[in-house]
């Protein structure tokens, strides 16, 4: 039989060892009946002791067993948003460049006396179709595009729509560190944070 005293710390432990040892039928011989401990839930701060030990162990254990820790694993999560949002970040900033330079190349050819015969040439006036010597080109790039019928238009709003839609849903003023500035910061006159504002407007404005 255990000693009484290490078999709980309930007066039940150790008043049902000391009966069983005062029990004219008792024989160390015998193999002793196990006796029920009950365990004491701990609560409030204990418990929060606990809880954290127990984690403490699992995150030791995990480690030595070559798992992830909790804490490890939030860390690779963190990563990998910051990783997706610098690249939708990049892919989007490309695509909108892409577009300003394949609408201005277009633009370019249709301005050339060479490419005359291209379709909305610039060599021809738009409302009685007399050949301009020499071929005009637009001032800026907005008037290249101002027609979405045209091929300069159509080019244009693809790569921009595309590259809005990434650089929105890359949500990169909130990833990424060097971006990220916190809320305390406002846009001045009004109580909108300036990581709100890069976030919703640049990318629908484009």
Known sequence: ??????????????????????????????????VAVPTAVPRGPAAQSVRANGLGHE???????GAASPVQRLDMREMVIRKRAAVMLLLGAA???LGFLFAFA????????????LHNSYCYRV????????????????????????P???????????????IFFSWY????????????????CTNIAWVSFRQYVPAPGM
């Open 1 to 34: 039989l255990r000693d009484p005293a290490a078999m709980g710390d309930s007066p039940f432990d150790v008043a049902s060892a000391k009966q069983a040892l005062a029990s004219p039928t008792y024989s160390p011989l015998q193999a002793p009946s196990p």
């Open 127 to 150: 409302y009685d179709g007399q050949l301009l010597r020499p071929c005009y080109f637009p001032a800026t790039v907005s008037e290249m595009v101002c027609d979405p019928s045209s």
């Open 106 to 117: 277009i633009g370019f050819l249709q301005a050339m006396p060479t490419f005359m015969d």
């Open 95 to 97: 695509s909108g460049f």
């Open 173 to 188: 003023p909130t990833s990424m560190r060097n971006v990220y500035i916190g809320d305390d910061a406002v846009v001045p």
């Open 152 to 166: 300069a238009g159509k080019v244009f709003f693809f790569f921009e729509f595309t590259g809005a839609i990434l």
């Open 59 to 65: 995150a030791a254990a995990g480690e030595e067993a």
